[in-house]
């Protein structure tokens, strides 16, 4: 499974971005994807992920502003950021695992590259 997530960039606090994350593969549909991402000099955060079955957890520091969701026909799972402020800056990963769901913070098998949200000030 390759993993290849869009749509980082540069935007003022207060504003959105769209995260995207492709899928190769004919099996998407039966993978957990999650969104975890790593600011400078900081280690890795689970963000949100969303189960094959369409069950999704947040951690509680986007709950409420980030949503995440999937289309299994396109092999894409989204992320939405509302209300983006500095301390979301940070290179955002998507990741892929298959198996069980709990722990949802864990052993995710497969990582796409990581796109940059930068929220300025």
């Known amino acids: 499974v390759q993993l290849q997530a869009f749509g980082g960039g540069l935007v003022q606090s207060g504003g959105s971005l769209r995260l995207s994350c492709s899928s190769s593969g004919r099996t998407f549909s039966t993978y957990i994807m999650g969104w975890f991402r790593q600011a400078p000099g900081e280690e890795r955060e689970f963000l949100v992920a969303?189960?094959?079955?369409?069950?999704?957890y947040y951690a509680d520091s986007v709950k409420g502003r980030f949503t995440i969701s999937r289309d299994n026909a396109k092999n894409t799972v989204f992320l939405q950021m509302n209300r983006l402020n500095p301390e979301d800056t940070a290179v955002y990963y998507c990741?892929?695992?298959?198996?069980?769901?709990?722990?949802?913070?864990?052993?995710?098998?497969?990582w796409g590259q990581g796109t940059l949200v930068t929220v300025s000030s």
């Open positions: 969303i189960t094959a079955t369409f069950s999704t």
């Open positions: 990741a892929a695992k298959r198996g069980r769901v709990l722990p949802i913070t864990g052993g995710y098998e497969y």
